[in-house]
């Protein structure tokens, strides 16, 4: 007779496991190859990306405004209460595959019906020889239970291990987070003193145009100069003050940009702008693009986004499968709290197990295993694009730094001509050799030239930034 139900228990478990199967779906692996070097390129393996944020920074001023954003931006503190979020996360999954043990207490009165079959039994039957049942009813209870999911499938342990793959993911996440952080106060900065320099350049313009502007009044009271040249030279004058404001204006903007990033109130931004144009751009070495995969942040991240997507697949294919659980329990039970101590007679216990799996009407879960497979084929997408795109950063970047400098010599050329033409155009018109014309446009000439030198020394030292981000610096 035991011999036939344990082969009916085992017919049946049969039976629930082929009903269980269900066809795995498969989705192809990341494409994780990159070039051997970097587009005009020697294959060298030195990298700028494993150089400390402050030792890349020579500036004492930059570096002290991104030790303060570090401790004090909003974003990123917020992104470290993300972090604490799912690490909370993986010891509620590693306590889901751990028994459970519970304590209770409880307490009852119940009074039944004489002409009742519980009732009727009650009234016939005595606790103790010459005591009947107490009426009304009480019981008194005092236990521990315990329960737990045979994890015979891993699916609690692979629902953990995504739940630390996600945490590696936000760490990952928070680094690279730090590495924009860096890169912008460094942007921001140099944009800073690039508006410093320029407003410079308009200043002494002004004094060159206000020279310029007494000496064709002068000329106009000796009748060797019209009305006409003395407009035109007051109107640039006014024109160059106006500008004066709208950079002033964006000084103020930029500070503040810089102040919130480090998360504090408007204040002013200590800088360096007197050696703007003597900085040195040094020359950065690139490495190999397959140190991509290990330098940058966001692809570290989509790497570990990747795992736990592989994992919660598994999970999902789990939910297909029967799950088995062992639950127990032992206490006292009586009708009066001072029998509760009265063992044998008031002890309980209980052990139980069971077996569940889903049979008809799987939808849902057929629907939640398509979907994790389609989350893993996104992440699978996802991990290639940011590779793809971390290459591109970089030749694009490298590209950049070696047009710029080419870029700046030539601007630089043109500078000095252009200073020297303004020279040359004041002795002309002064000799009436030439017209006031050819010394506004030399002027205004001159001037925007050295305000586009600015800004293309700016572009070259944020360019640097840029490839120091995109090789992944600036989070260690």
């Known amino acids: 007779m035991f011999k036939h139900r344990i082969q009916n228990i085992l017919l049946l478990l049969l039976v629930m496991l082929a009903c269980s199967c269900v066809s795995t779906l498969k989705v ?14 020697s294959i060298d393996t030195v990298n700028s990306a494993l150089v400390n944020w402050k030792d890349f920074f020579s500036d004492v001023h930059l570096t002290a405004l991104i030790d303060t954003a570090l401790v004090n931006n909003q974003e990123l503190n917020i992104f470290l209460q993300q972090m604490a979020v799912a690490k909370n996360e993986i010891k509620a999954r590693k306590g889901e595959y751990l028994p459970f043990l519970n304590y209770g207490a409880s307490t009852e009165v119940e009074k039944v019906g004489e002409f009742t079959r519980k009732g009727a039994v009650e009234k016939n039957l005595s606790v103790r020889e010459s005591e009947a049942f107490p009426e009304p009813l009480s019981n008194y209870t005092l236990g521990l239970t315990a329960s737990w999911e045979l994890d015979v499938w891993k699916k609690l342990r692979n629902s953990k291990k995504a739940a630390v793959m996600d945490y590696l993911a936000t760490v990952e996440g928070k680094n690279f987070m730090v590495t924009n952080l860096v890169a912008e106060i ?18 002494q313009n002004l004094e060159i145009q206000q020279n310029a502007l007494h000496i064709v009044r002068l000329q106009k009271q000796a009748a060797r100069a019209t009305e006409l040249a003395v407009k035109r030279f007051e109107a640039e004058v006014l024109k160059n003050r106006s500008g004066k404001y709208e950079i002033k204006q964006q000084i103020i903007e930029t500070e503040n940009r810089i102040n919130f990033l480090l998360g504090r109130q408007p204040s002013q931004i200590d800088r360096t702008s007197g050696n703007f144009m003597e900085s040195v751009v040094d020359a950065l070495s690139a490495g190999i693009p397959a140190q991509l995969l ?12 990747l795992g736990a997507a592989k994992l919660n697949v598994k999970v999902a294919r789990a939910n297909f499968y029967p799950s088995f659980g062992l639950k127990a329990g032992v206490g006292l039970e009586a009708f009066k709290p001072k029998f509760l101590t009265s063992t044998p007679e008031s002890l309980l216990y209980s052990l139980a197990g069971d077996v569940v799996g889903p049979l008809i ?19 699978v997408f996802e991990y290639e694009k940011t590779i793809l795109n971390a290459y591109l950063e970089v030749v694009n970047g490298l590209s950049n730094i070696e047009n710029l400098k080419k870029n700046y010599e030539y601007k630089n050329q043109q500078v000095n001509a252009l200073t020297k033409s303004i020279e040359i155009s004041n002795k002309l018109f002064q000799s009436a050799r030439a017209d006031y014309m050819e010394v506004l446009l030399t002027q205004r000439d001159a001037l925007e030239s050295k305000i586009e030198l600015v800004e293309t ?13 995109a090789l992944g610096g600036g989070w260690k």
């Open 28 to 41: 192809r692996e990341a494409n994780t190859t990159v070039p051997e070097q970097y587009q005009g390129q």
């Open 294 to 305: 290990r330098n940058r942040p966001d692809i570290r991240r989509a790497e570990f986004e």
């Open 186 to 203: 460094a942007d921001a900065y140099y944009e800073l003193v690039a508006l410093d320099n320029q407003l410079a350049i308009i200043e």
């Open 361 to 379: 009407n799987r939808n849902a879960i057929k629907a939640e295993y398509n979907s994790a497979n389609a989350r893993q084929l996104q992440a």
């Open 457 to 469: 020394r700016k572009e070259q030292l944020k360019a640097r930034v840029a490839i120091f981000r």
